[in-house]
């Protein structure tokens, strides 16, 4: 993937306004999960056959240690139940736009002053175009 601090922004409010993300992660990891129906497995002889439902992006974020002030700012994009995400896509070769939610995050404190990193996955709902 090419970074930038543009390559990736999140809308939680149904794409009206973006966040732009790059200054506060450290990673970001692409996934493209085949999603298989119920038909599929492997017969006797090893040939796997079945019917696939689609491809369905992830994208997992990587958060830097976050003072306050910024996870105050990140943590709603988090906690609704659905966001918008702009990013790059390979296969496209363009930035494209997808309607996510999120699985569980959590962030731990050391001390007062420190958090550590923490991850969070934003999961397509639709399968990829």
Do not use: H
């Not at 809308?11 to 999603?35: C, H, L, P």
């Not at 976050?66 to 943590?75: F, Q």
């Amino acid at each position: 993937m090419y970074l930038d601090e543009n390559s990736i922004e999140i809308s939680k409010d149904n794409g009206t306004t973006y966040i732009k993300v790059a200054q506060y992660i450290t990673e970001a990891k692409f996934g493209y999960n085949k999603v298989w129906s119920n038909d599929a497995g492997r017969n006797l002889a090893g040939k796997q056959s079945g019917t696939l439902v689609g491809i369905f992006p992830k994208i997992v974020l990587t958060f830097k240690p976050l003072n306050k002030s910024e996870l105050n700012i990140i943590a709603p994009y988090l906690d609704n139940p659905s966001q918008k995400i702009k990013y790059y896509d390979p296969n496209k070769d363009q930035i494209i736009t997808i309607e996510t939610y999120t699985g569980d995050w959590e962030n731990t404190q050391n001390n007062i002053k420190e958090t550590q990193t923490f991850n969070c996955s934003f999961i397509a709902r639709e399968k990829r175009a």
